[in-house]
């Protein structure tokens, strides 16, 4: 008889309400909502899973990912911003960073602290469109706090897959900024984890529509972690623009240990299968003892967040495909946004995976 399915979450990641996004200037609806949550838990909950309550943990290897400094931000500007009194004047109830401290601006020089707090706001972020209000520490740190509970479960020898309903995600969080609606790095911690639990050489394989720009850059001149991502094209016109070419191999140390499959928009099944076939062969050449998967299904037909067609069956595919390896895997959530079939599409990857 097969095991229920091994599930980690936590009540403090419906704590983040973005309530918005700052897109081209424009205040848009945002994508990445709460009710994200409940629906995942619902159709897990369907699919007779078993559910383990996130355990709290220590910094440690949150700090092996993440600036101190970037970490430091995100505890406190929210409490910053109420003092400056921004919610009255100008009326803003979210942290919104307006300047940021590029290369351009600096011109060789160092970034200094500014004194002012929505000055800031964008010492460590690098887009507009991710908000910080008054729960989203609480949400982002107990996402880190799943996604090590659910390493836990699997370095433990409790199940061979464990899933980590993180919200909100973070495979765009680099080690020193923040962005893409993702604040703190679940996959990347994970990853640390099971290095740190000996597995030798692990991977991070990244299905969510966007590419991980975050992962790649905490891994990209680490021998040990090889990260693969899955992705439509940048260079088409999709977030994060600027990285996720197919010519990123990583550097140093790291050389040959990050592959990206660019696809181009409406690209379905067949091309997606090609792709993700691709990083389990390179994954198994690097010689992975264990496995991250970043779990977004926002390539999905009907998710509104991008032009990829993958269908249902074709995330169940997609799992199997990743299932396939025989790695000890720890499964985290990232992009999703159709909520009508958000649910099933995680639990069919889920499924698959399973085997």
Not at 41 to 56: I, K, M, T
Not at 64 to 73: F, M, S
Not at 210 to 220: A, D, E, I, L
Request: charged residues 15%.
């Amino acid at each position: 008889m097969t095991a229920p399915l091994t599930a980690v979450w936590s009540d403090d990641c419906m704590a983040h309400h973005p309530t918005a996004e700052i897109w081209v200037g424009v205040r848009t609806p945002a994508a990445e909502v709460p009710e994200r949550q409940p629906v995942i838990l619902d159709a897990l909950r369907s699919a007779g899973a078993e559910f383990v309550a996130a355990v709290p943990h220590g910094d440690e290897l949150l700090a092996a990912v993440h600036d101190p400094g970037l970490l430091e931000q995100l505890r406190e500007v929210w409490e910053q911003w109420e003092e400056g009194g921004y919610r009255e004047v100008p009326g803003q109830d979210r942290v919104v960073p307006y300047v940021f401290p590029t290369a351009a601006m600096l011109g060789g020089l160092p970034a200094r602290v500014p004194a002012a707090a929505h000055a800031r706001a964008g010492l460590w972020c690098y887009d507009t469109m991710t908000l910080v209000g008054p729960g989203t520490w609480r949400a982002a740190r107990a996402a880190v706090d799943a996604a090590l509970t659910a390493a836990d479960l699997v370095t433990g020898g409790r199940t061979r897959l464990a899933y980590a309903l993180c919200r909100p995600p973070g495979h765009h969080a680099a080690p020193a900024g923040y962005g893409g609606s993702c604040y703190l790095n679940n996959a990347a911690v994970a990853a640390e984890a099971l290095r740190a639990a000996g597995y030798a050489k692990v991977a991070v394989l990244d299905i969510d529509a966007h590419h991980g720009n975050g992962t790649q850059s905490v891994f990209w001149e680490r021998p040990d972690v090889f990260y693969g991502s899955v992705h439509v094209d940048p260079g088409a016109g999709w977030f994060p623009h600027y990285l996720g070419f197919a010519d990123e191999t990583g550097s140093g140390d790291g050389a040959g240990a990050t592959a990206n499959v660019p696809l181009a928009p409406g690209s379905g099944d067949a091309h997606w299968f090609a792709a993700v076939q691709r990083l389990c062969e390179r994954a198994r050449e690097f010689g992975a003892e264990a496995l991250v998967v970043s779990l977004g299904v926002d390539a999905a037909a009907d998710d509104p967040e991008s032009p990829l067609r993958v269908t249902a069956s074709g995330y169940r595919e997609t799992g199997r495909l990743l299932g396939a390896l025989g790695l000890p895997t720890v499964a985290v959530q990232e992009g999703g946004y159709h909520l009508p079939t958000l649910g099933s599409l995680v639990v069919q990857t889920l499924t698959g995976l399973r085997g």
